[in-house]
């Protein structure tokens, strides 16, 4: 069974700080590297994929591939209340089989 | 500005009673794939879709679902008789560009069985 495992939280940041989103995947051969933000009630909407090992940033958002470690993160830097969300980890085993494994989301709340 | 559109946006429906799900996908693509999300629950892969046909599908895809290409713009999940346990969100994912591995979700249908 392919599995990805995230923290359901809830994680609560201050306004400003650093949040910290982990994730593992137990497939070794999984290539490709994903994380979603969802709104209660709305569609998964893709925030960052990041498909080497090492560090990928976007803004705000920093991806961090470890594949030896089978551990993918998401760093949100200086965070918005609007950042409030459940965060999905997302994996693909490879391309030509894109079909994508979920984690069961983070529930993130920024305190104002 | 959508990526993909999803009719109708709530369904509710008896059991047994077959629904169908529609979709838009951006023109011209020819991956397409359906997922789920039952309440409180995770995402789960239903099925992909490639160049008309069904490339995989995971084993909550069963003899009860079926995906069509009814014409060149829009995809179909039909679920033929529906059970309590089909309440969930379906979303349909489209990548934006032939060959990109990024999936793009539509909004979702929020099916009811009662």
């Known amino acids: 069974q392919k599995e990805v495992e995230q923290n359901s939280g809830p994680l609560s940041v201050p306004e400003g700080a650093i949040a910290s989103l982990n994730c593992t995947y137990s497939?070794?051969?999984?290539?490709?590297f994903f994380w979603y933000r969802q709104y209660s009630g709305k569609s998964p909407e893709l925030i960052m994929f990041?498909?080497?090992?090492g560090d990928k940033e976007d803004g705000r958002f920093t991806a961090q591939l470890n594949k030896a470690s089978q551990y993918v993160s998401l760093l949100i830097r200086d965070s918005q209340p609007s950042d409030s969300a459940t965060y999905l980890c997302?994996?693909?085993?490879?391309?030509?089989?894109?079909?994508?494994?979920f984690g069961t989301g983070t529930r993130l709340t920024i305190i104002p | 500005e959508p990526e993909v559109t999803q009719t109708p946006s709530h369904q509710v429906t008896q059991m047994g009673q077959e629904v169908i799900l529609r979709c838009v996908p951006i023109?011209?693509?020819?991956?397409f794939y359906w997922y789920r999300q039952i309440l409180g629950q995770k995402v789960e892969f239903l099925v992909s879709?490639?160049?008309?046909?069904?490339?995989?599908k995971s084993e909550i895809f069963d003899d009860q679902f079926s995906v069509e290409r009814p014409d060149g713009s829009n995809f179909t999940l039909k679920i033929r008789s529906t059970k309590l346990e089909d309440s969930a969100m379906y979303f349909c994912?489209?990548?934006?560009?032939?060959?990109?591995?990024?999936?793009?979700f539509g909004p979702g249908t929020r099916l009811l069985v009662l």
């Open positions: 997302a994996v693909m085993l490879h391309f030509g089989n894109e079909k994508l494994t």
């Open positions: 497939d070794r051969g999984s290539q490709s």
């Open positions: 990041i498909y080497s090992n």
């Open positions: 023109s011209n693509h020819l991956y």
């Open positions: 879709f490639y160049n008309n046909e069904i490339s995989e």
């Open positions: 994912a489209s990548p934006r560009s032939k060959g990109a591995q990024t999936q793009y």
